[in-house]
């Protein structure tokens, strides 16, 4: 690691059978992709002494098993796994298992009822909005809020806009939301305060499969525009919102 990384790994306990390691700061997927790498060796390298592994934009919080290891045992590897990173190279352990997912999206105001004051607020076009927003990739930064939310980034600086002063109530199943630097898929409905502009009719979160969500840290979305039709024959929802 370089001289202006020094400062990592930062190790900091997390609760009595959890810590958190941080490998850098911000949202930068040079620091997400040491932070997958590291969530790999530790897996490797801990195995049955871990309970969780859970990987966020630049941290990975660890869940130990404190019959079978201390937290001085656990920080010391912890520290001897990034240097070996660090001198092998983290990129190359960090994408080998990374999925593309393709999301249909239906943008239109009937389901995205902040798509027009988007468009004011950026001083774009609806269209600009649609291509800006399905021309490139998305990076899964982290899995929170609710089961299957994936945030994911970064989006073009000319769609970041911030976050509703007051948060909806109700957000149906499959909205898709900007705000910020990141944009995301409502996998179940909920309260949200990001800014609606489509809606898919994918599904992002199912409790009665192996793999609840279909998404994980590490993971590339690239969203693509389909008309009402189609949103429509795949099963999606014109419900309000709230």
């Known amino acids: 690691m370089s001289n202006a990384e020094s400062d990592f790994p930062k190790i900091v306990t997390a609760g009595a059978d959890a810590i958190l390691v ?9 620091v997400n992709d040491r932070v997958m790498a590291l969530t790999t060796r530790v897996g490797e390298s801990l195995g049955d002494k871990l309970y969780d ?8 919080m660890i869940y130990y098993n404190v019959l079978s290891l201390s937290e001085d045992e656990l920080r010391e590897q912890v520290r001897q796994l990034v240097d070996e990173l660090a001198q092998n190279g983290f990129a190359d352990n960090a994408s080998a298992e990374s999925t593309l997912h393709t999301i249909d ?3 239109d105001s009937s389901v995205g009822p902040d798509l027009e004051r988007a468009a004011e607020q950026t001083a774009l076009s609806i269209d600009d909005i649609i291509q800006l927003h399905t021309e490139q990739e ?8 609710a089961p299957g939310f994936a945030y994911l980034g970064e989006l073009p600086e000319k769609l970041r806009l911030p976050r509703l002063d007051n948060p909806r109530t109700k957000v149906p199943a499959g909205s898709v939301a900007i705000a910020e630097a990141q944009t ?8 949200g305060g ?3 502009i489509g809606r898919t009719a ?4 199912d409790p009665k499969a192996d793999n609840i969500s279909p998404m994980k840290v590490g993971d590339r979305v690239q ?11 795949a099963g999606g929802s014109l419900e309000s919102l709230s």
């Open 22 to 30: 941080y490998l850098g700061e911000g949202i930068d997927p040079t």
């Open 53 to 60: 592994l859970v990987p966020s934009y630049n941290s990975l």
């Open 105 to 107: 999206v239906y943008y």
């Open 138 to 145: 998305y990076r899964v930064y982290a899995m929170g809020f």
């Open 184 to 191: 995301a898929v409502y996998p179940s409905a909920s309260p």
């Open 194 to 196: 990001w800014n609606i």
């Open 202 to 205: 994918e599904t992002l979160y």
């Open 223 to 233: 969203f693509k525009a389909v008309s009402k039709e189609e949103f429509e024959q």
